[in-house]
Nanobody, 126 residues
Framework: QVQPVESGGGLVQAGGSLRLSCAASGRTFSTYAVGWFRQAPGKEREFVAGIGWSGISTTYADSVKGRFTASRDNAKNTVYLQMNSLKPEDTAVYYC???????????????????WGQGTQVTVSS
């Protein structure tokens, strides 16, 4: 069983930065793409960013392009989401998830991910 665990959330002022981490046990985490998603109160969960298993391929939602950066350290079985220039509209619970199929590029489709973390709260004050 692969259980991703997010950390690094918190309260930050607009314009500030946070780095989220997603760690999981097991060697299989390092050979799968990982996606970051978020869910704001009263809204549906949405794709934020994804990174391929090797770290070479990344994809981002238009709303975070140029501000968020996904990276990974496979030796540590950890994926990161660096969030800069945060805005109040970035406030949400952030989730990481592992893609179901190995050795592929990330997907924006939530249904393609089969292991999800519990989420970490990010709050951006204005």
């Amino acid at each position: 069983q692969v259980q991703p665990v997010e950390s690094g959330g918190g309260l930050v002022q607009a314009g500030g930065s946070l780095r989220l981490s997603c760690a999981a046990s097991g060697r299989t985490f390092s050979t799968y793409a990982v996606g970051w998603f978020r869910q704001a109160p009263g809204k549906e969960r949405e794709f934020v960013a994804g990174i391929g298993w090797s770290g070479i391929s990344t994809t981002y939602a238009d709303s975070v392009k140029g501000r968020f950066t996904a990276s990974r350290d496979n030796a540590k079985n950890t994926v990161y989401l660096q969030m800069n220039s945060l805005k109040p509209e970035d406030t949400a619970v952030y989730y990481c998830a592992r893609l179901a199929r190995p050795l592929t590029v990330p997907s924006m489709a939530q249904g393609q991910y089969n292991y999800w973390g519990q989420g970490t709260q990010v709050t951006v004050s204005s």
